[in-house]
Structures are given as structure tokens and as C-alpha cells.
């Protein structure tokens, strides 16, 4: 399994932006697919969004489409969620993931992947 810690949460204003990091170590991190969920008190956890292995795929939730963007850096083992235009209701602990993937793929299922974060929180105010 690879190591995933985030960092970048935080509070923000109802149309404010954050970026979320999530730095990998302990295995070949290009040969992860990388995914983004969220879960807010007292509900089950959603996806968010999933970057291939070498970042040329991505897919979002319908919800945040337009507004929140991945993105990776394998040389610096890093992943991205750059969240644009932030709703009070997408207050939420986010969380990383990594699911060893053949090249090409993304997962939107969270039982795809076999390694997390610790989660960040975002706080959106209205």
C-alpha cells in the first residue's frame, strides 16, 4: 500500500476556493489511479473526483463538474483538487485515495481503492 497525507483544508466563504493536496510515499506512485471522496456529518461518504496514473484522464460527480479540477504531479508524488466556486453544503472531510490501476483507468467506486488518507476538513461559511 502507498502512504497518503493530506493538507490544504480549511475555511473559506460560500464561493471561495481551496486546493487539497495529497503527497504519497512507500510505493511507485505513477502506478496509482488517485481519487477524491468526501463525507459530511451524518452521511455516507461521495465521490469527488479520479485522475488516471499518468493524469490524462479525469472524471468528477456531477456536482462539482465546472467548479473543482484534479490533478497530479509524479515526480512530486502529489495530487491536486483545486475547488472553485465552494457551496456551504460541501462542507465535508475530504479524503485521498489510491487504487494500483492498469494505465488509463479511473475508479468512482470507493471500494476500488486500498489506500487513504486521514481526511482534511473543509468548511464552507455561508
Known amino acids: 500500500q502507498v502512504q497518503l497525507v493530506e493538507s490544504g483544508g480549511g475555511l473559506v466563504q460560500a464561493g471561495g476556493s481551496l486546493r487539497l493536496s495529497c503527497t504519497a510515499s512507500?510505493?511507485?506512485?505513477?502506478?496509482?489511479?488517485m481519487g477524491w471522496f468526501r463525507q459530511a456529518p451524518g452521511k455516507e461518504r461521495e465521490f469527488v473526483g479520479a485522475?488516471?496514473?499518468?493524469?490524462?484522464?479525469?472524471y468528477y460527480a456531477d456536482s462539482v463538474k465546472g467548479r473543482f479540477t484534479t490533478s497530479r504531479d509524479n515526480a512530486k508524488n502529489t495530487v491536486y483538487l483545486q475547488m472553485n466556486s465552494l457551496k456551504p453544503e460541501e462542507t465535508a472531510v475530504y479524503y485521498c485515495?489510491?487504487?494500483?490501476?492498469?494505465?488509463?483507468?479511473?475508479?468512482?467506486?470507493?471500494?476500488?481503492?486500498?489506500?487513504w488518507g486521514q481526511g482534511t476538513q473543509v468548511t464552507v461559511s455561508s
Open positions: 485522475i488516471s496514473r499518468s493524469g490524462t484522464s479525469t
Open positions: 512507500g510505493r511507485t506512485f505513477s502506478n496509482y489511479a
Open positions: 485515495a489510491a487504487a494500483r490501476a492498469y494505465y488509463g483507468n479511473i475508479y468512482i467506486d470507493a471500494y476500488k481503492y486500498d489506500s
